[in-house]
């Protein structure tokens, strides 16, 4: 049984992950679109920034609600990107360890 919470906080660990990875390279592509460096007419851009919006829109959304842009720039993906490190680096280790201390306990 313990093997099987292992691999579940282990599959929650790489999903968060690639998500940080999705709004890390969304950031980036927004800034290259604003730039002028890359344009929607490249069809492969174009998909690749419509399928990351698609993933990550969802997790950013509520954030944006709260936090206005700032003189224009949208500071959401950092604050974003913040959390998702602390519930990988605190919360997600403590509730591992709490769910094995609960399984050693019976």
Same mark, same amino acid.
């Given at each position: 049984?313990?093997?099987?919470?292992g691999?579940i906080?282990?599959v !929650?660990?790489?999903?968060?992950?690639? !998500?940080?990875?999705?709004?890390i %390279?969304?950031?980036?592509?927004?800034? #290259?679109?604003?730039?002028?460096v890359?344009n929607?007419?490249?069809?492969?851009?174009?998909?690749?920034?419509?399928?990351?919006?698609?993933?990550t829109a @969802?997790?950013?959304?509520?954030?944006?609600? &709260?936090?206005?842009?700032?003189?224009?720039i949208?500071?959401? @993906?950092? &604050?974003?990107?913040? !959390?998702?490190t602390?519930?990988?680096?605190?919360?997600? @280790?403590?509730?591992?360890?709490?769910?094995?201390? #609960? !399984? %050693?306990?019976y």
């Amino acid at each position: 049984m313990a093997a099987i919470i292992g691999f579940i906080f282990f599959v !929650l660990h790489a999903l968060l992950n690639l !998500l940080r990875l999705a709004i890390i %390279v969304s950031a980036i592509l927004s800034w #290259l679109f604003a730039f002028d460096v890359i344009n929607y007419r490249n069809r492969f851009v174009a998909s690749l920034a419509e399928a990351l919006d698609r993933i990550t829109a @969802p997790v950013m959304a509520p954030f944006r609600r &709260i936090i206005p842009p700032l003189g224009g720039i949208d500071i959401t @993906p950092i &604050i974003v990107l913040i !959390l998702i490190t602390g519930v990988m680096n605190y919360l997600l @280790p403590a509730s591992q360890a709490a769910l094995l201390s #609960l !399984l %050693v306990a019976y």
